[in-house]
Nanobody
Framework: QVQLAESGGGLVQPGGSLRLSCAASGFTFSSRVMSWYRQAPGKQRDVVAFITVGGGTSYADSVKGRFTISRDNAKNTVYLQMNSLWPEDTGVYYC?????????WGQGTQVTVSS
């Protein structure tokens, strides 16, 4: 059974940084493309970044140059380093496959960027 557990969210001031983690289990992590998604208040859930099996990355235009996705296959964990955070980055962040699996959404982790 696929399990994805996000952590690392919190309240941060504009310009601050956070590092999100997603611990994965129940599947062969190293063979799957992994992604981070964000759901802002009142909006649909959108992809923020994804990382391929080989380590290639892709980012939404809104986070390019500020966010970095990475993975540690030995720890079955995918990370999202978020720098220079803006209020518009506020939302619940989820990890999942890319494209996402409907049955694999976790609880997400709340990120609030506010002064």
């Amino acid at each position: 059974q696929v399990q994805l557990a996000e952590s690392g969210g919190g309240l941060v001031q504009p310009g601050g940084s956070l590092r999100l983690s997603c611990a994965a289990s129940g599947f062969t992590f190293s063979s799957r493309v992994m992604s981070w998604y964000r759901q802002a208040p009142g909006k649909q859930r959108d992809v923020v970044a994804f990382i391929t099996v080989g380590g290639g990355t892709s980012y939404a235009d809104s986070v390019k140059g500020r966010f970095t996705i990475s993975r540690d296959n030995a720890k079955n964990t995918v990370y999202l380093q978020m720098n220079s955070l803006w209020p518009e980055d506020t939302g619940v962040y989820y990890c999942n496959f890319y494209p996402p699996s409907y049955n694999s959404w976790g609880q997400g982790t709340q990120v609030t960027v506010s002064s």
